[in-house]
């Protein structure tokens, strides 16, 4: 059974940090690309960052870069998002995805954790 576990959102104030984590079980995370997404209220979903597998390669929306981090430890199957010099706008439902990334297959997503940046 595929399972994507979200945690560490909360209430931050403007310019505070959080780390956000995501236990995965189920799957071979190892051959998983592992996507961190955010959704705000009236909003798309959008992708906030991303990281391959085995090569670590990382990927980030504009809008956050310089100041989020993923990273991923395939030994706990758990990947990462640090926030930091969080913002208002940066509000958001956060969203954990898995994709296959030697092979096709389907992806994975959690059941998401919030994030409200406000003073």
């Known amino acids: 059974q595929v399972q994507l576990v979200e945690s560490g959102g909360g209430l931050v104030q403007p310019g505070g940090s959080l780390r956000l984590s995501c236990a995965a079980s189920?799957?071979?995370?190892?051959?998983?690309?592992m996507s961190w997404y955010r959704q705000a209220p009236g909003k798309e979903r959008e992708l906030v960052a991303s990281?391959?597998?085995?090569?670590?390669?990382?990927n980030y929306a504009d809008s956050v870069k310089g100041r989020f981090t993923i990273s991923r430890d395939n030994a706990k199957n758990t990947v990462y998002l640090q926030m930091n010099n969080l913002k208002p706008e940066d509000t958001a439902v956060y969203y954990c995805?898995?994709?296959?990334?030697?092979?096709?297959?389907?992806?994975?997503w959690g059941q998401g954790t919030q994030v409200t940046v406000s003073s």
């Open positions: 189920g799957f071979t995370f190892i051959s998983y690309a």
């Open positions: 995805k898995a994709s296959p990334y030697f092979a096709y297959g389907d992806d994975y």
């Open positions: 990281s391959t597998p085995t090569s670590g390669r990382t």
